[in-house]
């Protein structure tokens, strides 16, 4: 869990100013001990929740993308309209249950080694991240 002051100290240092609206994001971002993963929307309805204050949709958006490009956080795309942003942003595999909307982490010892036979000239593979879509069985 990370303190007001560490969350502080971690904009100011990426060039990032601490305003209200971005501390409180990022107190709901990183004060979790575990791996957080939300959309925006469900990101701005807990923000609300919590500190009772509407806070703009497009305050959440534009605030999650700058911590995104400063590496705080990740995007994965779930399609070409919906993405999920995970405070974990290290090389990780997931779960997205269709049927609830909710996404989740696979342990790396969970999956067998990925093995790619196919190259593109001039390119090597930074990672490989699999998102397994999964729903009831009926």
């Excluded at 609206?21 to 575990?34: D, M, S, W």
């Amino acid at each position: 869990m990370q303190t007001n002051k560490h969350i502080f100290d971690k904009l100011k240092f990426s060039g990032l100013r601490a305003t209200k609206q971005r501390l409180k994001i990022a107190n709901i971002l990183f004060e979790k001990n575990k791996t957080f993963h939300f959309s925006i929307s469900q990101l701005a309805n807990l923000i609300n929740k919590r500190y009772g204050d509407t806070v703009a949709l497009a305050t959440v958006y534009n605030t999650v993308h700058a911590f995104k490009n400063h590496g705080f956080l990740k995007e994965i795309a779930i399609n070409s309209e919906h993405s999920y942003f995970d405070t974990n942003t290290t090389n990780h595999h997931h779960f997205y249950d269709v049927d609830k909307d909710e996404l989740s982490d696979i342990e790396n010892n969970d999956v067998s080694p990925i093995k790619i036979k196919k190259t593109i000239p001039g390119k090597k593979i930074k990672s490989i991240e699999v998102l397994v879509k999964i729903s009831s069985e009926n």
